[in-house]
C-alpha cells in the first residue's frame, strides 16, 4: 500500500515521541533527533520527502537559533511550491509572525486522539493538491507537445498555458532551473564572444 513520506521538524523530543507514536503505523515518517545547526542543510532533512510538519518555536529550547519560519523558507527556496504545515502552541503569535506559511495549526490536533483522523485527512489533501497540480502541469505540457508534434497551431491561451505550466513545474526544483539558467547563460556569453571573433576575422580580410 502507498504511504505518503512525511518528514516532522522538531527540537522536542516529548512531541517527537508524541508525532512518533501517532503517525508512524500510518505514514513514512522522518523525525530528526537532532537538526543541523546551519539552517542552509534544513532541506536535506525534508528533500526526499512529500509534506513536511515543523514546530514553530524550534529557537524556544536554543537547541536551535532558527524558527519554523525560518525552516519553511529555507524549503521554499528550493520548492517554491513544497507542502509545509506549521504546528504550535501559539497559533496568535505564528499566525502574526509567520510570512512563508500561512497553513498553520494547534499541537492538539497532534495530540488529541479524538482530532487525529483530522490531522491525517490535512496531511493527505496537502500532498493530494500538490501533487494534482504537479499532475495537471504535466498534462498541459504533454497536449501542447503532441498538437506541436501533429503541426497545429497552439491558440494564445494554450501558449499561455503552457508558459505557466513550464514555469509552475520549473519551481519545483529551483536547484535545477538555477543550474539551467547558468548553463543557458554561459553558452549564450560563448556563443557571442565566438561571433564576436568571427566578426574580427573578417573585418581583418
Known sequence: ??????????????????????????????????????????????????????????????????????????????????????????VDDAIRECTEVKNIWEKDLIADPEKQHRLCLLIDSAVSIYDRKKSDCEASIRACQEKLKNGEKLSSLEEKDRFEAELYLSELDLDASIRSELITTRTADALEEMLKLARELVDKK
Request: charge should be negative; proline fraction near 3%; glycine fraction near 4%.
Open 1 to 90: 500500500m502507498f504511504m505518503i513520506k512525511l518528514a516532522y521538524i522538531d527540537t522536542d523530543i516529548g512531541w517527537q515521541s508524541i508525532v512518533f507514536d501517532t503517525l508512524s503505523d500510518k505514514y513514512l515518517l522522518s523525525i530528526p533527533e537532532i537538526l543541523p545547526r546551519n539552517i542552509s542543510d534544513i532541506w536535506e532533512e525534508v528533500c526526499d520527502y512529500q509534506v513536511a510538519l515543523v514546530a514553530f518555536r524550534l529557537n524556544g529550547n536554543g537547541k536551535v537559533s532558527y524558527t519554523g519560519d525560518d525552516v519553511a523558507r529555507e524549503i521554499l527556496k528550493h520548492n517554491k511550491h513544497f507542502p509545509i504545515i506549521i504546528f504550535t502552541s501559539y
